[in-house]
């Protein structure tokens, strides 16, 4: 790999059978619009699809047996209309990867320049041949802004007659698979056309949607490079804008179409149908008079305004270095610093789960970005806070207090259709109020704590003080919940829902106390936080004192042992070929659980407790979620099993790029993305942020010479590098006044600006042989041991 | 009410808004054709339906969240044609209720007769007046008939014209109720034609569903008095025979139509379309021959003989006398002693929860059954050994060894579209094999324990073994089930059915030793019956020391307490009004569960535990089952409540008589029936029958002047009559040398043949004051007291 390669990620025509694969991977966003990489022509493809933040329909549910408060509808994403396609015609046959001689073809994204690049060089079943090009972007500081440069020259030494359609299509067929139940629900022809108009080159299509009521523009402009003698024709319909040029390409000669597109979505009563058009259109005239060279400039600095944060260095591991660029680059474009916006699990890059918001965004996504992008965090907390009135009527219909978030959402109402796995996952509350106080403890920002912030963690403390009950014992305790091991459902004291409530409950107790006058106007008296207190510090943690170790939930340690000898390879994912009924009531765990309450809640643990924790629980967990290696791998790293860390950060980092999970042509894993940086920097880096406190623990894999990595806190940016002897701490962009404390392997250390400091690497504790995972199940090794 | 009241049931034009509820209360069946009360003339109706046992179609299922082994299809019942149809035209004008004048009206269900008479007197909008009398039957000795005498007079001194038409409708339209969870799924028109003929007043339907692949034929034939000058017509179409008469009737003259109607139905595979057809008409034209007056004859005959076992009375209380009796003849006429038949929940009434059989069949109907009319379980025994294929098809499915037999179903395979409450309710096998150890014991029917009945012993046992686990302290557990009370779901060691599994081992163990042969063929070795018996020994009961009373299941005393103080009456079923979320996690009971478990197992528990475990269980208990309230009343009478009995009993006896769960018109609530008869005879009766012996334990309640009930043992009618001071055993029919040795009140009494054995009363135990209902929950009072 050469030295940039690794900021490189590169398909073939070796990967064709890839198709819907190599789609999300090379999809790209801005957190508002979201195009997946599929082919500029179209064809073929794994599953088109061109997505703007919030835009979805409606559908009904139905169950074989309803029940009380169950819901009646779901949302689901539907793609706007496609306006990356463009149609080549070479001596009459379309340009088909499948038809003809494909001589050459590569297409890359390229981390840096925020860009997909594509070079094919085609011979056509007639005989003619050409080389196409294309740059595609969607435009990172403009928000409904995508755009396409596409060339083609001939190959050969005779003239081709070329023909090109620039098409912009509504309802594009979505392929179904009614057999995974993780797949989207495909809704046909969701889009009703509304108006649309085209003249010249430039064209505008205006849909809505029938039950969520939602409005929908996509306006598109070009430039035209051609050699004169080309001729241009429009062919508009209600769902298909197409703009075409024709003639005769000499050798040596180009033609070079540069497309502009603007979306917007809005709501129906929002803005009038002409309105919105005339807006996306007037986007699209201000993007191509800025200019695609324009366009590419700002792309490339937005980016490296990120990078210079964001950028992780592994050296000794080149795959794994690019991995590690792969995941950041697609967690930064999914992200919006503007408006209340949030980010769903698969991201814009494909339909998988509804394209719903789950708890992945705030468990495990905007925990990284708090610290690489701070702003979209506070925009992902703000979209929960705009729909505390939704979560509010749900739990009112669920006849509990204060307000209960969606398993899983666009439009903000509960779109579950599984209670045990949904409605009753309540934890998603505790994870919300997680994310609002790491936010607040790394920026410091105190008008979202007292705004935004303290509301959530109000109205989730008050869910858990009420839902809670106290044993005659005087233990609190929450019962009936799933936590985030899925094998499980409807346990008591969930340890990981106790944890986080608890933190939850304090969190909001010293947050009404900071900010006395909002919290007095959310009713919030005293004896209201002194219940808080003390129900968070009478909650249940269960603990098994025979063996030794906590439970994942109460009596989880009693339960049967899974046998696992009975197994053979072809019967993972387990939930594809045993039922609930098994997979519930035995010693079986989907995705980390008491591993990521050891990871979040560090200091509910003493060293020997998580030590003695992770061996009980890594011997059963069988992975079968792609949100479960890098809670695994943090905790390993931290008890000292380089080498078993190292293969978990690994199957995080490669979960997307290499299919593991075999989902990825549904969208990207967003939430596994992020596991992987997490993996770096809580594994690794051995970072900590409990009570406001920055710490690190660090240690460096064997596999790797230099690890290094950048995160913002209370507005500075620090850089951290690990090497075999030492670690670096600096601020390289502070002032030499500023001073951040952290800590160091537990020791107190003062960075001040543009002065490095450097520690000794700490000593790896002696963690013992590695304990072992479920047979078959242990992540391949790539590390150095 | 005169003295014979008490054997018919009345509805008036009083009663024309109870029109559903009557059509299910004057339903008639023998078992295999069941005709819903609907009027004659069709209109106005609640919801029509013919039934034919086993007759349906199947539909998709589809899941919100789809998961491993959740059923992907469900029967439905979908009715036969509808042969019970006769409509009157009067000068025109149709005969119907909601117009005109109703000068008098009366149906009646006549208990001994076995029929529905209906008398009219209705004066037509034209002002033409008429008097409708009919009788109909579904005759008892023969399955495929049915029948009915349609009788028409001017009511004044004019001739009136008249037309009436003999109907047999396909598809009727099933009205649709999506909005409640517990009714039926309508499929609209599931009917293909396949053959239609009439000629002279004869005609046959044969139709044919579309996924189940079943045929179904009805033929009719008429017998017609009426004056000369009347004409004849037939108009039959592929949906409809009608076959009509019209002319003029003077005063003084009668129109009389009998209608002779045959159903058949088998698989498509089983016979042709035309040999179906020729079936039905032969025995059509059998009835016809045989003659009305002579099925009538038969019916009373048939009927005699039943009541001569089974009729109860009550004398003190009329209502009750007439509810009881009601309740009988609904069970009686709901079984089929012929041909391996169940009896679905709705036996042929109606087509609520599908027209599935629940484990109310084995759970509720067949311990009545058993001493009413063994031949009925033994039929209904065999239906599940019928379809113990499909049921160890599931278990594979489920990964578990033996058998799980379907939760819900016709087909034989599982059709619960909600696993909590569905699939994870395994206890529906251990009530099988309870039915089978029942059955032997009371016949001693030792050829259906040999073949049948071991091998559903040893499917279910092996089932227990393999799916419950051994604790390191060397209980046998059974972990993450759902026992009978639905507001509770995927608890561990739930005690009925830990208590019904050790019946169910121990049951398979000593069956296997009984028929040694048999067991070999069966793979049974002697280490098996051993490892039953171990797990049978060991068999964890949950048992709170600290309240001193046994749990529901494991942990169930230590969950939050319901808040009943704010709850109102409108939030009654607490089903429709509250999540499962919160209704599973606290103690708050929909059904006899644990006191379900005191009833069948009696032998677990002291009288002393049974006293606080009422109390206990009486407090949390809201009945918005109608499972629930016989078996309470059955505890209340053994620990000496003796008016909270009665009143328990009163509501279970008076369930549908008086729709007090609203759900009537969708059929009778066949085990809320049983237990009507439960709650008589093992409640104030005493009737126990644990390890093959029987023993009663009587006590009259205050209400009562005397109680007598009759049962089938070991071949014998046994007659067992309680008054105030005695209790009275004989054997009316036996020889005398014949000899029963039973219990009364612990001790032994050898009853012979034509002599009677009295014995005084035992003495009531005092339980201490009436365990306190849930607020507003008490049943209402009736009792003395």
Request: charged share 25%.
């Amino acid at each position: 790999m050469r030295s940039d390669e690794n900021w490189l990620v590169r398909r073939t025509a070796a990967d064709s059978d890839r198709l819907g694969e190599t789609e999300s991977v090379f999809a790209l966003s801005n957190g508002w619009v979201g195009w997946r990489g599929t082919l500029d022509e179209g064809e073929p493809y794994g599953m088109s699809g061109s997505y703007l933040n919030g835009f979805h329909e409606q559908r009904e549910l139905s169950y074989p047996e309803d029940g009380y408060a169950f819901p009646q509808r779901s949302d689901t994403v539907v793609s706007a209309p496609n306006a990356a396609l463009i149609r080549l015609w070479v001596g009459g046959d379309a340009l088909d990867l499948r038809t003809g001689t494909l001589r050459a073809h590569e297409r890359v994204l390229d981390l840096r320049a925020g860009v997909v690049r594509r070079d094919t060089e085609w011979i056509s079943p007639g005989g003619h041949g050409v080389r196409v090009r294309s740059t595609r972007l969607v435009s990172l500081p403009r928000h409904p802004i995508a755009a396409v440069r596409y060339e083609v020259e001939p190959l050969g030494d005779a003239p081709v007659e070329l023909r090109l359609c620039s098409d912009v299509q509504a309802n594009e067929r979505v392929p179904e698979r009614p057999d995974d139940p993780r797949a989207a629900s495909v809704i046909r022809d969701p889009l009703n056309a509304e108006a649309h108009r085209c003249d010249g080159g430039s064209g505008v299509l205006v849909h809505r949607t029938d039950r969520s009521a939602q409005r929908v523009a996509v306006a598109v402009t070009h430039e035209s490079e051609m050699p004169e003698g080309f001729a241009t024709s429009d062919d508009c319909t209600a769902d298909r804008l197409r703009m075409c040029v024709e003639g005769r390409l000499r050798p040596g000669q180009r033609l070079r179409i540069t497309k502009y597109a603007a979306h917007e979505c809005t709501p129906v009563d929002g803005m009038a149908a002409n309105d919105l058009a005339d807006l996306v259109v007037a986007e699209a005239d201000a993007a191509r008079e800025h200019g695609f060279d324009a366009l590419l400039a700002d792309q490339r600095t937005a980016l490296d305004g990120h990078w210079q944060t964001a950028d992780v260095e592994l050296d000794g591991d080149p795959e794994l270095q690019q991995a590690i660029r792969f995941a950041v680059f697609h967690l930064l474009q999914a992200g919006r610093a503007e408006g209340d916006r949030t980010i769903p699990a698969k991201g814009l890059t494909g339909n998988g789960y509804d394209g719903h918001v789950l708890w992945d965004t705030e468990g495990y996504v905007l925990p990284v970005l708090t610290y690489l992008a701070p702003e979209v965090t506070r925009s992902a907390l703000r979209w929960r806070h705009a729909h505390l009135p939704e979560a509010r009527e749900r739990a009112a219909e669920l006849r509990l207090p204060g307000a209960t978030f969606p398993w899983r959402t666009i439009s903000g109402r509960e779109c579950s259709g599984y209670w045990p796995a949904g409605t009753a996952a309540l934890h998603v509350n505790a994870d919300i109020a997680d994310a609002v106080l790491r936010y607040v403890a790394a920026t410091g920002d105190d008008d979202l704590f007292a705004g935004v912030g303290l509301e959530l963690l109000v109205a989730t403390a008050r869910l858990w003080h009420g839902f809670g009950y106290w044993s005659d014992e005087g233990a609190f305790h929450i019962t009936g919940v799933t936590g985030p091991d899925e094998y499980a459902a409807l346990v008591d004291d969930n340890l990981f829902t106790n944890a986080m409530a608890r933190r939850n409950l304090l969190g909001a107790a010293d947050a009404a106390e900071r900010h006395p006058g909002r919290a007095e106007e959310l009713g919030v008296s005293p004896a209201e936080i002194a219940g808080w207190r003390a129900a968070a510090d009478a909650i249940h943690l269960p603990y098994d004192r025979k063996r030794g170790v906590h439970q994942q939930a109460a009596g989880f340690t009693e339960q049967p042992e899974w046998d696992f000898a009975a197994l053979t390879e072809d019967d993972y994912p387990l939930l594809l070929h045993f039922p609930y009924l098994e997979l519930y009531r035995k010693q079986v765990v989907k995705q980390a659980d008491l591993v990521l309450a050891m990871q979040r809640c560090p200091g509910e643990f003493t060293a020997e407790e998580k030590r003695r924790n992770f061996a009980y629980y890594q011997a059963r967990t069988v992975r079968d979620s792609s949100l479960s290696a890098a809670s695994q791998a943090v905790l390993a790293a931290e008890i000292g099993h380089l080498d078993l860390a190292y293969d978990l950060f690994a199957e995080a980092a490669l979960h997307d790029l290499a299919d593991l999970g075999d989902k990825t042509s549904d969208g990207l894993h967003l939430a596994a993305l992020a596991g992987a940086w997490t993996a770096v920097v809580e594994g690794f880096g051995g970072l900590r942020d409990q009570r406001g406190e920055l710490s690190f623990d660090p240690r460096l894999p064997a596999r790797l010479d230099r690890l290094a990595f950048g995160l913002r806190w209370r507005g500075q940016r620090l850089r951290v590098t690990l090497t075999r002897d030492e670690t670096r701490y600096e601020l390289p962009d502070a002032a030499p006044e500023v001073e951040v404390t952290l800590r160091h392997a537990g020791e107190p250390v003062t960075v001040t600006g543009q002065t490095a400091v450097t520690r000794p690497m700490p000593p790896v504790p002696d963690p013992g042989p590695e304990p072992p995972s479920p047979p078959g199940r242990r992540p391949a090794r790539r590390s150095a041991g």
